[in-house]
């Protein structure tokens, strides 16, 4: 059974950083892009934050987050990260990790179970 788990949420000041890292686990052949989302207080939707491509070539950012959001990978293992920098009480929110994995013949979308991120003014 496959799982993504994420760590490394928290509280912090605005204008702080924190690094969130998600590890993938199970029986698990490929790992295609990975993405990471958030949901905001009151927000029904999720959010695409940031996203980078199977071997790390590409990325992509929200406008939001340009410049001082960071996402890498170490395919190794298995892991994705979400550095964020100069953090605004807007980036408050839960967030996700998503990933194309491919377990058995096909690819398919796992999520993890979220970490809060909280960013006081």
């Known amino acids: 059974q496959v799982q993504l788990v994420e760590s490394g949420g928290g509280l912090v000041q605005a204008g702080g950083s924190l690094r969130l890292s998600c590890t993938a686990s199970?029986?698990?052949?490929?790992?295609?892009?990975m993405t990471w989302y958030r949901q905001g207080p009151g927000k029904q939707e999720r959010e695409l934050v940031a996203?980078?491509?199977?071997?790390?070539?590409?990325?992509y950012y929200a406008e939001s987050v340009k410049g001082r959001f960071t996402i890498s990978r170490d395919n190794i293992k298995k892991m994705v990260y979400l550095q964020m920098n100069s953090l605004k009480s807007e980036d408050t929110g839960v967030y996700f990790c998503?990933?194309?994995?491919?377990?058995?013949?096909?690819?398919?979308?796992?999520w993890g179970q979220g970490t809060q991120v909280t960013v006081s003014s």
């Open positions: 998503n990933a194309d994995i491919k377990a058995s013949w096909r690819y398919e979308s796992y």
């Open positions: 199970g029986r698990i052949s490929e790992i295609n892009a």
């Open positions: 996203q980078i491509t199977r071997d790390g070539s590409t990325t």
